[in-house]
């Protein structure tokens, strides 16, 4: 039977009206589905640096990714699909608060030393979903900053997931190409030897330590740059550390060690409804694969490392399979910026590249205020309940959190987080009016099919990266519906609608905002 759904019918309306039906037919459907179909369990798969471009299912043709591809074909596939940011650390922020991470003046790239972002009294995520009964956990990456500045590796690491409410955390504390470069699971590095203390510092290195800077003859992996000082495996970091032997992770070990946390969490959680954040750390540098997918892609190690994630959410997916989860799941699949190809070791990502366009028809990539910096695959899955199709409509990772709290039943809200649940579940094409997107501290607006973005001075291009920025002394307006790609600034031919984008922008991101700048492009 196909219920037709009018744009306002609640969807707990919609469980009601199954759990009726389902009265009736008790025989043949479990007692709980109506509990199951407002808890269900919930997971966020969410990839590092994956553009919009690098999924089969998002056109890419010389990659091939049948598993992710299960997820965007299976179930909503969002067009205009959006990261807060172009950069990891704020997209992590704005997804787990629901708040647009400009709100924070420490919402930036973080370094592995920095103190945690959250404020333990904010509301989060996880804590919502806690409070509606669920138990709660994070595997992967965190980059959301640990402790209060002042981190003893050796002892506790507190605040940090578990104090802004995950039940369990196993992570790693900042990046693949930052130290520590151990996982913490509840706050304890993993496998540490006390007799072997860690010490991390981002300003100086330790005495006697080798770095990448001096030592190029220790390294399986060159450095292009940044990423000269400690040597972890043969490959130069950014930042300094000794000690911790036994704890340091195998980077080609990471995506499969990762994988299994993840795959256990779901086994011994499954009696009662469980929220997980699974965040790959791929294909963020440096691109380590494991044996089995090196040369894979031929695509050199970013495309190994892209088909290895796909594998990693194929083999997730078959354990929620057959544990019996699938039905009783919704994924959500994503990415925390867009893509980059040397973002700063020499591993081929330009060279053996090929026909590959990692951002699709899009302008930019990470770090970039154009489209390609944020507008990231996007797509939400459930088994059974969300009828496969293409929505065009503009969600942002911001509206994670109050659409799944509707879903769970509960009344939080994040502050720029806006509801989207019917839209999530394919049943309806709503979506934001207005969005405004952040790169790098700098911020656009997106309003309709427009995107208006004020002056910057700074670089058009970043040179290492090999990325346009979006940077421009000139006001930049495009008009996504004919131009994707950006390539024509309507500014000064429609003065009336850059006008009208002004103000929408001023009235979310502050007026003063817009008049500092400009005074300082005088
Ligand atoms: C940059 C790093 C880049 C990457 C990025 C964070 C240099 C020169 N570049 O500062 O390699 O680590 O930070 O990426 O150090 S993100 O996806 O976590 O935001
Ligand atoms: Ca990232």
Not at 195 to 222: A, S, W
Not at 312 to 332: A, D, H, M, P, S
Not at 399 to 412: E, N, R, W
Request: net charge negative; aromatic share 10%.
């Amino acid at each position: 039977m196909r219920i037709l759904l009018q744009p306002k019918f609640h969807f707990l309306s919609l469980i009601l009206l199954i759990s009726v039906i389902s009265c009736k037919n008790s025989e043949t459907k479990p007692e709980n589905e109506s509990e199951q179909k407002s808890k269900p369990n919930i997971v966020i798969i969410y990839a590092d640096d994956l553009g919009y471009g690098d999924l089969s299912s998002y056109g890419a043709t010389e990659l091939q990714t049948p598993n992710m591809d299960k997820l965007v074909n299976g179930g909503v596939k969002f067009t205009s699909g959006y990261a807060s940011s172009a950069t990891c650390s704020p997209s992590r922020f704005a997804l787990l608060t629901g708040m647009y991470p400009w709100r924070n003046e420490n919402a930036k790239i973080l370094p592995g030393t920095a103190p945690l972002l959250i404020d333990t009294a904010q509301i989060t995520l996880p804590k919502m979903l806690k409070q509606q009964g669920y138990q709660t956990g994070i595997v992967g990456k965190w980059h959301l900053g640990l402790g209060d500045g002042n981190v003893d590796w050796n002892t506790q690491i507190t605040p940090g997931p578990n104090e802004v409410g995950f039940d369990y955390s196993y992570i790693m504390a900042a990046t693949q190409d930052r130290v520590p470069t151990v996982y913490i699971e509840n706050g304890r590095v993993e496998n540490l030897d006390t007799n072997d203390p860690i010490q991390v510092d981002y300003d100086n290195n330790f005495e006697g330590e080798p770095t990448g800077l001096n030592n190029p003859e220790m390294l399986k992996m060159k450095w292009h740059h940044g990423h000269n000082n400690s040597i972890v495996n043969g490959i130069p970091r950014i930042g300094f550390m000794k000690g911790g032997e036994d704890a340091k992770w195998i980077d080609e070990e990471m995506a499969s060690n990762f994988l299994g946390k993840a795959q256990d969490y779901v086994r011994s959680h499954k009696q009662a409804p469980f929220f997980l954040y699974y965040a790959l750390q791929q294909p963020h540098v440096p691109r380590t694969p494991s044996p089995e997918f090196v040369g894979k892609s031929g695509m050199g190690p970013r495309g190994d490392v892209i088909l290895e994630a796909d594998w990693c959410v194929g083999e997730f997916l078959k354990t929620l399979e057959n544990e019996g989860l699938l039905e009783n799941t919704l994924i959500i699949f994503s990415s925390d910026n867009g893509p980059v190809l040397n973002d700063g070791y020499y591993d081929d990502a330009v060279e053996k590249l090929g026909n590959h366009k990692p951002a699709g028809v899009l302008r930019g990539g990470k770090y970039s205020l154009f489209e390609a910096g944020t507008r990231v695959p996007f797509a939400t899955y459930w088994q059974g309940t969300i009828e496969p199709q293409t929505s065009n409509a503009v969600v942002s990772q911001i509206d994670i959190l109050s659409s799944l709290a509707d879903l769970v039943g509960s009344t939080i809200q994040g502050e720029d987080s806006e509801d989207f649940l019917t839209t999530f579940l394919g049943e309806s094409k709503k979506g934001r009016e207005n969005l405004i997107l952040e790169a790098t501290g700098r911020t656009a607006l997106r309003s309709g099919d427009w995107i208006f973005i004020p002056p910057y001075k700074g670089a058009a291009v970043a040179k290492e990266v090999n990325i346009e920025l979006g940077n421009n002394k000139k006001y930049q307006l495009y008009n996504l519906s004919d131009d994707l790609g950006q390539e024509t600034n309507l500014a000064e031919n429609n003065p009336e609608k850059l006008e009208e984008m002004k103000q929408v922008y001023d009235s979310i991101r502050g007026k003063m905002n817009t008049e500092v700048r400009e005074l300082e492009l005088k």
